[in-house]
């Protein structure tokens, strides 16, 4: 898939190790309970790789057009942890922090959505995020997904004294 700026395609080899650098950034982790190891970054491309095995659609990594670097990801993941709002497709992005402020994050996820709603004839999709990601609730916000307060939650993943407990969760419908 491709947007004006970018590509958004399976996983490569070389991917993995950006993904891990990125991955060990406090900056760039700072909304996650940890930063990753280059092991624990690698089963990650390894998962995102099994779920488009499975659904044939999932987390895109993303390559600027112009350049061919690898900044991230950006698609649909299939959440099924114990909340009341699950199981769901959502849709969610991480980028490499050279990339932040570009836009980049909106515009993969536009056509993320797009492919949801068009190809994969999802009806809806959710995003969460800790309650203090500003960054991304604009994001969402601008995806044109909606939040109410009284689904926000307490990540059942996440300690009880975790500054990132409390979560925020934003829909978006298909727009018939």
């Known amino acids: 898939m491709e947007t004006e700026r970018l590509i958004m395609r399976r996983w490569r080899d070389e991917d993995r190790e950006p993904f891990a650098a990125m991955n060990a950034d406090p900056e760039v982790m700072e909304h996650f309970p940890a930063t ?21 659609y999932g987390l895109w990594a993303l390559e600027v057009r112009e350049s061919g670097r690898f900044i991230g990801f950006a698609g649909l993941i299939w959440q099924t942890f114990d909340a009341p709002f699950l199981p769901a497709w959502e ?3 991480r980028l490499a922090r050279p990339a932040w402020g570009h836009g980049y994050a909106t515009e993969a996820a536009r056509r993320a959505v797009e492919y949801a709603f068009t190809e994969a004839g999802l009806d809806g999709l959710i995003s969460m995020t800790a309650e203090r990601n500003l960054r991304s609730r604009a994001v969402m916000e601008r995806l044109g997904m909606t939040r109410d307060p009284a689904e926000d939650f ?9 500054p990132l407990l409390r979560h925020v969760l934003y829909r978006l419908g298909r727009t018939r």
């Not at 990753?36 to 044939?56: C, H, N, P, W």
């Open 36 to 56: 990753l190891t280059r092991s624990q970054s690698d089963t990650m491309v390894d998962k995102i790789e099994q779920a488009f095995d499975e659904y044939g």
């Open 154 to 162: 307490d990540h059942p993943r996440l300690p009880k004294d975790s």
């Open 91 to 93: 849709i969610g992005w």
